[in-house]
C-alpha cells in the first residue's frame, strides 16, 4: 500500500495529492479488511516523517498606490480664517460592516477644504474611526460650530459611511462608529436633526 501510493513523488507528482491519494487507498483496505487497522498509526507516523517542510510563503507584493484627481491639491493660497469645515470619515465600524475608503474620502476632502478653499487648519474638526461617536458628531455639530461660527463664515459638513432609514417612522440617520441599526433612535443621528442645526448657524452660506 505504501509503495503504490507514494511511488508518484518519484515522477514528480504534488506530494499534497499523493497523499490524499494515499489516504484513500488506506481507507479502501481499511473497509476491506479491518486486521490493517492496527497498521494504521505507524502508517500515520511515517506519513508525517516523510511530508516535506511547509514552504514559507512569500510576503505579498505591496499593492500599488492607487492616486486619482481628486488627490492632487492644488494650493490656492486662500485664507479665510472665518470660514470653518466638520469633516466625518468612518470606515471600520465598531458592529457593523466596514464602509471601505471613507476614511480616504474624508481625508481628501480635508485637503481641499484646507489647501484650496481656504479653512485653516484650527477650524477643521476631522472626525474618524473611534472619534466619530454620536456624542463626538453632536458635540462638535450642536456645540462648537454654533460657538465659533460667525455671519461672514462659510459652513463646509462632510460625511463619508454608513446611513440607515427607519422604516417605521420613514427617517434617515447617519450611523456613526458606535451606531446600531437595530436601534437607530438613541445609537444614530438624524439627517433631519443635522440639517436642522446646519440652518440654524449664523454663517453666511453652509
Request: hydrophobic share 40%; no cysteine; glycine share 6%.
Amino acid at each position: 500500500l505504501w509503495s503504490k501510493s507514494f511511488s508518484g513523488i518519484s515522477d514528480g507528482r504534488d506530494f499534497q495529492s499523493v497523499l490524499a491519494r494515499a489516504f484513500h487507498d488506506l481507507q479502501t483496505a481499511l473497509d476491506r479488511d479491518d486486521s490493517i487497522v492496527a497498521l494504521k498509526p505507524a502508517y500515520l507516523a511515517a506519513v508525517e516523517k516523510a511530508a516535506p517542510a511547509a514552504p514559507v510563503a512569500a510576503a505579498p507584493a505591496a499593492a500599488p498606490e492607487i492616486v486619482s484627481d481628486i488627490d492632487r491639491v492644488k494650493k490656492s493660497g486662500l485664507r479665510r480664517p472665518d470660514d470653518y469645515a466638520m469633516i466625518v470619515g468612518i470606515e471600520k465600524y465598531q458592529t457593523v460592516p466596514d464602509a471601505q475608503y471613507a476614511e480616504r474620502d474624508a481625508a481628501a476632502f480635508k485637503k481641499h477644504v484646507e489647501a484650496t478653499l481656504g479653512v485653516p487648519e484650527e477650524n477643521t474638526i476631522f472626525l474618524t474611526g473611534q472619534r466619530a461617536t454620536r456624542t463626538g458628531i453632536s458635540k462638535y455639530l450642536e456645540e462648537w460650530l454654533p460657538r465659533n461660527v460667525g455671519e461672514n463664515s462659510r459652513v463646509y459638513f462632510f460625511y463619508s459611511g454608513h446611513g440607515s432609514p427607519d422604516p417605521s417612522q420613514g427617517t434617515a440617520y447617519l450611523v456613526p462608529w458606535d451606531g446600531d441599526p437595530s436601534f437607530l433612535q438613541s445609537s444614530a443621528y438624524p439627517v433631519s436633526q443635522l440639517y436642522e442645526k446646519l440652518q440654524a448657524l449664523k454663517a453666511k452660506e453652509v
